[in-house]
């Protein structure tokens, strides 16, 4: 995404969106990955 935003395919405000969007998935992502390693070990 930088790329495309230094080559001009995408503003500034594209570009910090997409960055808002991908560390809301992040931060999902790695609370799913905590979720099933506690499932795993038999946590609650």
Do not use: H, P, R
Request: hydrophobic fraction near 30%; charge should be neutral; proline fraction near 0%.
């Amino acid at each position: 995404m930088i790329t495309a935003f230094d080559e001009k395919y995408i503003t500034k405000e594209v570009l910090a969106d997409i960055n808002k969007d991908y560390k809301e998935c992040l931060k999902e992502l790695n609370g799913y990955i905590k979720y099933l390693k506690e499932a795993k070990s038999g946590g609650t």
